[in-house]
């Protein structure tokens, strides 16, 4: 628990949005990264952009490249792809970052009729050549039918990482570990210090999966709480 505080407190210093658990261990990764089960290197802190659009979007982005950040988490359903892009693409031509030290990370929706071609949409308005992660959003009819695109997008180089998204039970996990050719790299979901998803972390543990958490601040109705922690307050 008190590990789990300091990497919190970490974050509020820096004003971080996403910390990377680290599976492997057990405990938190406080490296710069961690490697995912197809080679690539993932930042462990990073800025989620829900809620964010349009010039906002852009020059929270950007300010966080400015400042060091290296991971920048969107969503097809976040509806600001394109920002994201443009913030990106600004800092590059401004030489703030290489495209290749900059780690995206987009969702698409289980709901989707056509996964593929929503691939290509993130791809085409994030003006990027590939999508270092790739996440099913959330659990619904099509989880099979998007997690094999996203397959698919990993073979031919336009994707370099896949994982899903708001799946908390061993359960829903092992469908996507035991049943496709590549197991999730990342499970994003809520986690902060009264909901840290210990049992599914250390399921994760023996697959090499990390857990990526969202809404570390205590997220809907649990930030108050979480402030207020008297180690945090302390």
Excluded at 58 to 78: H, M, P
Excluded at 121 to 148: A, F, M, T
Aim: glycine share 8%; net charge neutral; aromatic share 10%.
């Amino acid at each position: 628990m008190k590990r789990f505080l300091l990497v919190l407190i970490t974050m509020i210093l820096t004003s971080s949005i996403t910390v990377c658990a680290d599976s492997i261990t057990g405990g938190f990764a406080m490296e710069r990264s961690v490697k995912l089960n197809l080679g690539f290197e993932m930042p462990v802190l990073g800025l989620g952009t829900w809620t964010l659009t349009g010039e906002v979007c852009e020059n929270a982005v950007y300010a966080a490249l400015k400042d060091g950040y290296r991971l920048i988490d969107t969503a097809k359903y976040y509806g600001n792809e394109t920002e994201v892009g443009n913030a990106v693409a600004k800092a590059v031509q401004d030489g703030i970052c290489k495209r290749e030290e900059v780690f995206i990370t987009t969702k698409i929706v289980p709901w989707s009729s056509n996964p593929e071609k929503d691939i290509e949409d993130s791809l085409k308005k994030l003006g990027v050549e590939y999508i270092d992660l790739c996440l099913l959003h959330q659990s619904g009819s099509g989880n099979d039918r998007v997690y094999r695109a996203m397959e698919k997008y990993v073979k031919i180089g336009k994707i370099r990482s896949i994982g899903i998204s708001n799946f908390y039970t061993e359960k829903e996990v092992n469908h996507f570990i035991k049943d496709f050719e590549i197991k999730p790299a990342v499970i994003q979901n809520e986690n902060h210090i009264y909901h840290q998803g210990t049992v599914l972390r250390d399921y994760c543990k023996k697959y090499g999966i990390y857990i990526e958490s969202y809404y570390p601040f205590g997220g809907r109705g649990n930030t108050k709480e979480n402030l207020n922690n008297p180690v945090i307050l302390n």
